[in-house]
C-alpha cells in the first residue's frame, strides 16, 4: 500500500491494522484515544479480532498511524484487504494453557502448606517460596509486563491491579522468609501469603485461557466463511487444436469473471453466476434462509456456495475472489464485530483511579508512621499491610469464578456462553429477533397433507409418489420417502425412471407410468386436489395424465416454540420474526407460535437481515439476535447480544455471543435467564470485592491490622467470592 501526504483533504480512506499486545477492553480504549487525537482520524479497535479499522481524511500517512499504535505500547501493522484479520497475539492460547496447567499443579501443595492444618513439614516457608516462585514469575508474567508496559505510558488497567497485588503479597513474603522471621501454621513469628499470591495468579491465568480460546473461535468464523464455498470447479474450455469444449478441473480461487463451469447434482456451486445451460433446483438454505429449493434455469442467477440438488447446470461466472455473496456475508460479520464496541469490565474502569490512590496512599502512610514513630520497620510494616488489604485478589477472582462456574453450569444445560461481557448484554437487551428456519421451526421438509381424488386411499398415493421419489436427492422428494417410511409403506419396484428437472419425476410403478411432480405435467388436475389447505410446497401424483393425489409439504414449526416465546414476552421482550421465506409462510408460522403479524418480515437476504438489526438499534433498540445460518451471520454479529442454535452451522456459531446446543427454543430463554443470573453473581463479587477494600483500608492505615491479619482478611475475601460463585452450580430456571 503506497501512502504520500498530498492528498485532497476531503477525500476519506480507511484501512485494516492488526494489533498485539491488548490485554483487556482499557487497551483498546486507549488505542483508539490516542488514534483519534490525529487530526481527522477515527478509530475503531477491537480486541476480540486484535484489529483497528481507521478512516481519516487529510494528509495523515500509514506509517503514522503504526507508529501512534506503536508509541502507545502495541504492536501494529497492515492487514491485506482480501485477509481476515488473524493476528498472533503476544500470549498464544497454547502458552497461557501451559502456564495456567503448571500454576495449578505448584499452587496445589502451596495451599495444602498454608491452609490445612496438620500439613505443615519443616522449613514450610522455604518450600512455599520454592513452589511458588514459578507461579508468581513465570505463570504470571503476563500479566506483570502488560503492567509495566502500562505503567511506561502512564495509564493502569486490571493487569495493574493484579501484578500489583501478586507482587505485594509475594515480595513481603520472600522479605520474611530470607530474614528468618516467618511463622508457622502456630502462629509464632510473621505470617507470608504465597497461597494469595498463588491463587489469584492460577485463576486468573485459566480466566485468560478461555478469553483466548473465544477469540481464536470469533477469528474462525471468518474463516469459516470462505471455507463454505466450493474448493474446486468444472471449468468448459475450448480446445485449441480441435475446438471441442473440453472439461477441466481447476482450483475455485482459479475462476474468472465469464468462465462458464459445470455444476452436477450434489455438488455446490462454485462462485457467483448466472444459469446459462440446464434447470435444476438449488438448496440456497445457507445464504438465504429459504427452507424450500429453488428452482433455476437460463438466466437466472445463483450464488456460490449453494448446492445443486437435481439437474445438470452450467454457469457463469459473475462475481469471483472479494465479489462474491459469502465474501460479502464474511466483511458484513467482520464490520458488525468491529463496531460493536467491547464492554468495559468495572474492574478495568476504576483501576485507573484505585491503584494511583492505594500507592499513593502506601507512601503517605509508610511516611506519616515513621515521621511519628520513628521506626521505619513499623512504618514499612503498615504500608504493607495497606498494600496487601488493597491487593485486588478478591477483585481479580470476581469474574473468573463466576464465569467458570455459570458457563459450567451452562455447559450442562446445552448453553455456551462466550465471555464475561456478553452477560451485561443479557441484562440490557429489549427485543429479540427470530430467524425462523432452523429455529423456530426444525429446518427440515416433512410431510404436512395429503388429498385425494375420489376412492384413492392416502397411503396408496403416498406409496406410489414414494416409489418414483425414491431414488431423487430433492428436499421435497426425501421428506415423501421419509414420510412412506415413518408408515412403514412398502415401496413397489421401479423402472424407467426418469428425472424431470425442474418439474418433478416419472418412472414405472407396476405396469403404470407414475408421474410425480408440479400441475403442469398433468392434463387434468380434479378440484378436490388442485389447491391444498396446508401451507409449503406442493406436488402432485398421478397417472394416465391426471393428477390423483396432491402432497404438500412444509418445514414444520417445532412444539417447544410457542411455549418459549410466551415465555420471552413474560421477560419483557419484544419479539420479531425475521426470515429469507415468503411472506405466507413466515405469516403462518407467525401466528403458530403467537407471535404479532405486525412483527414479522419476510423475503430478505442476509444484508437486509444485518441492515434490520442496525435500524432497530437505531431506533433505540438493545436487539438479541437468533439464527442458525451463514445467513444470520452477519446479523449475529451486528447484534447487541447473538444467539446461535447448535443444530445449524458453525459460521453462525463463532460469529454468536452465546451459543445453544440444545436445538430448541427454551434454550434461548434458558441462556438469558441463566446470563443474567451469572452477571448479578459477578456484580454482587465486585460490589463485596470494593467494599471490603474500603472498609478494610482506613483500617490498615491506622495500624489497626497487621500484614498477617491484612493476608487472612484478604484470603477470607477471596474464599467468600469463590463461594458465591459457587451457588451457581445449582441453578435451575424457575417454569
Known sequence: MTQTTDRPTGEVHEVDLAITGMTCASCSARIEKKLGRLDGVDAVVNLATEKATVRWTGPITVDELISTVRRTGYGAEVLEAASPADPAGPASQDDLRSRALSAAALTVPVVVLAMVPGADVPNSPWVQLVLATPVVLWAGWPFHRAAAQAARHRASTMDTLVSLGVLAAYLWSLVVVVSGRAGGMAGEGSHVWFESATVVTTFLLIGRWMEAR??????????????????????????????????QRVPASDLVVGDRFLVRPGEKVATDGVVRDGSSSIDAALVTGESQPVDVGPGDGVTGGTVNTTGRLVVEATGVGADTTLAGIARLVERAQTSKAP?????DRVSSVFVPVVLALAAVTFAAWWAIGGDAVRALEVAISVLVIACPCALGLATPTALLVGTGRGARLGILIKGADVLEDTRRIDTIVLDKTGTVTTGAMTLVQVVTVGRLLKDQALRAAAAVEDGSEHPVARAIVTAAGARALRLPAVTAFESLPGAGARAVVNGTLVTVGRAELFDEVPDEVARPTAEGTTVWVGWGGRARASLTVADTVRRSSARAVRDLAEAGLTTYLLTGDHDRAAVTVARDVGIPVGRVVADVRPEDKHAMIADLQRRGRVVAMVGDGVNDAAALA??????????????????????????????????????????????????WAFGYNVAAVPLAVAGVLSPMVAGAAMAASSVLVVSNSLRLRRWSRAR
Open 638 to 687: 451486528q447484534a447487541d447480544l447473538g444467539i446461535a442454535m447448535g443444530s445449524g452451522t458453525d459460521v453462525a456459531a463463532e460469529a454468536s455471543d452465546i451459543v445453544l446446543l440444545r436445538s430448541e427454543l427454551p434454550a434461548v430463554v434458558d441462556a438469558i435467564a441463566l446470563s443474567r443470573a451469572t452477571l448479578r453473581t459477578i456484580r454482587q463479587n465486585l460490589a
Open 214 to 247: 473465544a477469540t481464536d473461535r470469533t477469528r474462525d468464523a471468518l474463516r469459516g466463511l470462505l471455507d463454505l464455498g466450493a474448493k474446486e470447479a468444472s471449468v468448459l474450455r475450448t480446445d485449441a487444436a480441435s475446438g471441442a469444449t473440453v472439461e
Open 343 to 347: 464492554v468495559q469490565r468495572l474492574a
